[in-house]
Nanobody, 120 residues
């Protein structure tokens, strides 16, 4: 069984920084694209950033220049470094990954979410 576990959320002041991580575990053969999404109260879930297996990245326009996604393939882990945080960045952040298990099944997996609150 494949699982994604996020860590690193919390409360930060406007203008501050925070780092999230998400580790995939289980019987994994390959991990393809990994991504971060977020959902704020009253809003739809939106893509924050994604990264392919060879580290090509894509960012939502509002995150460009402030957020950085990276991954460590040896650790099956994806990271999100968030700088210059704004109150509008307050949301539950979810990790997402496209994974092929060692049984051959390829599926899309989600983490449980981690709360990020930007407030003074």
């Amino acid at each position: 069984q494949v699982q994604l576990v996020e860590s690193g959320g919390g409360l930060v002041q406007p203008g501050g920084s925070l780092s999230l991580s998400c580790a995939a575990s289980g019987r994994i053969s390959s991990i393809y694209t990994m991504a971060w999404y977020r959902k704020a109260p009253g809003k739809q879930r939106e893509l924050v950033a994604s990264i392919t297996s060879n580290s090509n990245t894509n960012y939502a326009d509002s995150m460009k220049g402030r957020f950085t996604i990276s991954r460590d393939n040896a650790k099956n882990t994806v990271y999100l470094r968030m700088n210059s945080l704004k109150p509008d960045d307050t949301a539950v952040y979810y990790c997402n990954a496209d994974i092929r298990s060692s049984y051959g099944f390829r599926g899309n997996y989600w983490g449980q979410g981690t709360q990020v609150t930007v407030s003074s």
